[in-house]
């Protein structure tokens, strides 16, 4: 039905709006495009056609978890049925790497005798044990989902008995991170995603033509989880890293709308507050839900652990080998060579620290000042690690170890709009 306007249109006007806001659209194009005197987005020019569009990956996942939503499957399995299943996936992911390993390994090891045979069996065994697991995972993340949900609202985060926003995630490639940082000092100052898949030497480019036109320090890395919506997980075998992740990135989800989670990247500071909250509420529900509903998966308490993005690596002697301590170290020499303007020396201090590392059993394939920006925000535990001696860390867990239970925790950090505010909170708390 038609419904007629209940005002005049004046044809002068509308088309003096209309040139209005052509003009204020080429305004904005064309400032989107004068790259000569914005060099954080002149960087782009290297990123710009490898960049991570999330429009068609957000509409698929979450026309699936509409799919998924609607049958509600996991509602009919029994707490040992959804073991077994859990169980059962995490066999199948195995499974699948296993495939995957077994065809790099015949198209690349030398002298291999029937090699095409070789190829073509491999690749067969490795398209249905990705079926296979394609077919598992829709139900297993939605049991992770409902369960994970029903601890929420038992810690306090129900409204109504609903938990908002729902928890909803996806295993699937993730996007790589593009972050640069100033040589001078330690700072994110542009950050984007980049498409899955990309190989050592595409990175490598990306950073090294940052570099070099710029003189900007850059680090194409993984990350195991992004708080899109539904939130994006990377493929695992470890349930427990798996778990803690998704409770970490429905953290961000939860805390988009506040000021402390408006404010992530309105500087370095807000920025390791809401990874250090996400690190330590993420740890703190895992744990509660392994305990509960999946024991056999459940971890003795002996200690802090490392909690990066990633599960970690295996160091080559660890007893002997003090991998946050060493980094800590390796952070506090950088800042204090930075602050003394002692750029080249920062730099060619940091790729022998790197070489270090890598003999001790960690494959860090560049050691920068974007990679101390990067993990410098992940400050959950004492030793600093690559934070170094940053006092932000310390802060939020200063608050969280006075706070009787993560609801509480969660409150009043949330609405934390600088570290000055978080040190005031401390000052004024009994």
């Known amino acids: ?27 904005a194009l064309s400032a989107s495009s004068a790259a000569v005197w914005n060099p954080i987005q002149g960087m782009r020019e290297f990123s710009r056609a490898l960049e991570f569009d999330f429009t068609e990956w957000t509409t698929q996942a979450l026309f699936q978890k509409a799919v998924s939503a609607a049958l509600r499957a996991e509602r009919f399995l029994n707490p040992v049925q959804q073991n077994a299943l859990v169980k059962t996936y995490l066999e199948q992911v195995n499974t699948t790497a296993v495939w995957n390993a077994r065809l790099d390994q015949a198209v690349a090891q030398p002298e291999l005798a029937d090699r ?31 369960q994970t949900e029903s601890i929420l609202a038992a810690l306090g985060f129900g409204v109504g008995g609903q938990v908002l926003p729902p928890v909803l995630y996806q295993v699937t490639d993730l996007p790589l991170n593009l972050i640069v940082s100033p040589r001078n000092e330690i700072r994110t100052v542009f950050s984007t995603n980049l498409i899955a898949g990309l190989d050592t030497l595409q990175k490598e480019a990306v950073e090294d033509g940052i570099y070099s036109k710029y003189a900007y320090s850059a680090l194409v890395e993984p990350i195991g989880g992004l708080g899109a919506y ?56 895992s744990r509660a839900l ?31 080998f003090n991998f946050r301590a060493e980094m800590r170290k390796t952070r506090v020499r950088v800042d204090e060579l930075l602050e003394a303007g002692k750029v080249d020396e920062a730099e060619a201090y940091m790729e022998s620290r790197r070489q270090f590392f890598w003999e001790q059993g960690y494959g860090i394939r560049k050691l920068n000042q974007a990679y101390f920006a990067f993990y410098g925000s992940y400050n959950d535990q004492p030793g600093g690690g690559a934070a170094g001696s940053d006092p932000v860390g310390p802060t939020v867990r200063r608050l969280w170890a006075r706070s009787p239970n993560l609801k ?16 005031g909170m401390l000052r004024t708390q009994p």
């Open 230 to 285: 539904p939130t994006m997980v990377m493929r695992t075998t470890n349930f427990n890293w798996l778990a803690e992740t998704v409770a970490h990135e429905w953290i961000h989800n939860y805390l988009t709308f506040t000021p402390l989670g408006i404010r992530y990247d309105s500087n370095p500071q807000m920025r390791t507050i809401n990874e250090t909250v996400a690190n330590l509420a993420g740890e703190e529900i």
């Open 290 to 320: 392994i305990g509960r509903d999946f024991p056999d998966y459940a971890l003795p308490i002996a200690g802090p652990r490392s909690r990066s993005r990633l599960p970690e690596q295996n160091p080559a002697n660890p007893a002997d």
């Open 1 to 27: 039905m038609l419904v007629e306007s209940r005002y005049a249109i004046n044809p002068t006007g509308a088309a003096f709006r209309l040139t209005l806001i052509l003009g204020l659209l080429l305004l």
């Open 116 to 146: 095409q045979e070789q190829i073509s069996k491999t690749r067969q065994e490795l398209s249905a044990a990705k079926q296979r697991l394609a077919a598992l995972a829709p139900l297993t993340e939605a049991v992770l989902q409902s």
């Open 408 to 423: 509480t925790f969660i409150t009043a950090i949330r609405g934390v709009r600088s570290f000055e505010a978080l040190q």
